[in-house]
T-cell receptor
């Protein structure tokens, strides 16, 4: 069953803690993306990776970090430096073909207590 | 100018009416365009792609593309309450192959 999985579905964090959100895909896609979505707002790009062992900052990378050690996995760490991390986090992947679109995982809802 | 712009909405239509969602983009040489639907609390799901000028129909959905005007639209015929969602327009930028999203238009279909 091909697709993108994200875990956990819901995550609660205390202030000052780092947390890591998981994203795994078995679509054999080269590119992977992390977005943040606040209530009633659009998607904002945090980080993206077009190939293993390489990644680039998106529009709102401050307070976040990523790694891409395997093609299938692109975990996102929300650090304590991110001052307002409560949001809905979406992972997406895409093949390298120029006409192909992105496919999204189910998302992780992060709440800071 | 934003790379992808959509009507801010919200858009409200009665059940059975045609809903029209609009999107403009800045990269005049972009070739690939997509519409996603996002229900509240869920992730976006792809509903239409369009690459050539003109209309593309899929059931009650019709995507329209006009590259000369840098304009893409989505028509939903016979709108149903289950169509109530936010609709995102996405464009692949030709120069760097990046996908950019509009902010979305919230549609409400009233019974």
């Amino acid at each position: 069953d091909g697709g993108i999985t994200q875990s956990p579905k819901y995550l609660f964090r205390k202030e000052g803690q780092n947390v890591t959100l998981s994203c795994e895909q078995n679509l054999n896609h080269d590119a992977m993306y992390w977005y943040r979505q606040d209530p009633g707002q659009g998607l904002r790009l945090i980080y993206y990776s077009q190939i293993v062992n390489d990644f680039q900052k998106g529009d709102i990378a401050e307070g976040y970090s990523v790694s891409r050690e395997k093609k299938e996995s692109f975990p996102l760490t929300v650090t304590s430096a991110q001052k307002n991390p409560t949001a809905f986090y979406l992972c997406a992947s895409r093949s390298g073909i120029s006409t192909d679109t992105q496919y999204f995982g189910p998302g992780t809802r992060l709440t800071v207590l | 100018q934003k790379e992808v712009e959509q009507n801010s909405g919200p858009l409200s239509v009665p059940e059975g009416a045609i809903a029209s969602l609009n999107c403009t983009y800045s990269d005049r040489v972009s070739q690939s365009f997509f519409w996603y639907r996002q229900y509240s609390g869920k992730s976006p799901e792809l509903i239409m792609s369009i690459y050539s000028n003109g209309d593309k129909e899929d059931g009650r959905f019709t995507a329209q593309l006009n590259k000369a005007s840098q304009y893409v639209s989505l028509l939903i015929r016979d709108s149903q309450p289950s169509d109530s969602a936010t609709y995102l327009c996405a464009v692949i930028m030709y120069n760097n192959n990046d996908m950019r999203f509009g902010a979305g238009t919230r549609l409400t279909v009233k019974p």
